[in-house]
């Protein structure tokens, strides 16, 4: 069972948000692609680094990924819901007036560079300057946390509510979570001993396409978004590693992952006829860069 409402659930009212929301992520994905791939690359031909692609053997479930972190590659935690997190979720969700993001506390913080007339409504998805601010904020260190205004009945608004949000729950809570919701087991984690319970963990990564050792920030995003599966509605969890290179994303729909790879152009012809598609509207729908006598795609 879902443990968000589907659409024909819904009320009018609440479909209408459901639709602005989906609109707001659309919106959302295209930056976070661009910002995760496209820039980092530039960053890497700015400074002459040849780009470190991802090989294939990289995108098998539970592949192990280099221990390798790339300064020059993008990293960002971002939680994007479509309603409000309760209060009582803040024990595992850190979210406090500390971290808000209020003027004061943004002007306060070290680690960004804003000026002291800074628009604070510059933090709305629907403020025409709203990605010149989340690109200012995305370094910074664990979650961004973007989520339906509360107070305001007459319509919806999304806004960055806080930023260096924590994710402190448990690895073997989240862990028990799915298991439980999978059947795995009934009561606990481990009441069928500590090896089972330690392959129960070893397979809550690879639910999300994760091997076992995967760095912080990532492991951070599958707990987030297994934990918000105890708020009814729609979140969706982006992250960007610096050792996969990739733009991880975790929604209703599942797990997805975003690369840029190499291909000549007869595997762009190969790719073309599998799919049905015309060469020319393949690279123009995925193509974002030449190198010698291959393309660059999304």
């Not at 608004?157 to 690895?171: E, L």
Request: glycine share 4%; net charge positive.
């Amino acid at each position: 069972m879902a443990f968000w409402s589907i659409r024909g659930e819904l009320s009018q009212a609440n479909k209408l948000r459901r639709s602005f929301y989906e609109l707001l992520r659309d919106e959302l994905d295209q930056f976070l692609v661009r910002y995760t791939l496209i820039d980092s690359y530039n960053n890497f031909l700015s400074k002459n680094i040849p780009y470190p692609f991802v090989e294939k053997r990289e995108l098998k479930p539970r592949a192990r990924i280099p221990d390798v972190e790339y300064e020059c590659q993008n990293t960002f935690l971002v939680i994007f819901l479509e309603d409000t997190i309760p209060a009582v979720h803040k024990k595992y969700i850190r979210f406090f007036d500390v971290n808000e993001t209020t003027k004061t506390n943004l002007l306060h913080s070290k680690t960004l560079r804003l000026s002291d007339d800074f628009d604070r409504n510059q933090k709305y998805l629907d403020s025409v300057h709203f990605y010149d601010f989340i690109k200012i904020l995305l370094p910074v260190d664990y979650a961004l946390l973007i989520q339906r205004t509360a107070g305001i009945k007459k319509r919806d608004r999304y806004n960055v509510s806080h930023f260096h949000v924590k994710i402190d729950w448990p690895i073997a809570d989240a862990a028990e979570n799915l298991a439980q919701s999978l059947r795995y087991i009934s009561k606990d984690l481990y009441e069928k001993g500590d090896k089972y319970a330690e392959d129960i963990q070893k397979k809550f990564f690879e639910y999300y396409g994760l091997h076992v050792t995967a760095g912080g920030r990532r492991t951070a995003a599958i707990v987030a978004a297994q934990y918000l599966r105890r708020i009814p509605c729609i979140s969706t969890v982006y992250v960007g590693s610096s050792e996969s290179r990739a733009l991880m994303r975790i929604s209703e729909r599942g797990v997805s992952r975003s690369i840029l790879m190499k291909f000549t152009d007869k595997e762009l012809h190969q790719i073309s006829e599998v799919n049905n598609l015309t060469p020319s509207t393949f690279k123009k729908n995925y193509m974002v860069a030449h190198e010698e006598k291959a393309g660059i795609f999304i």
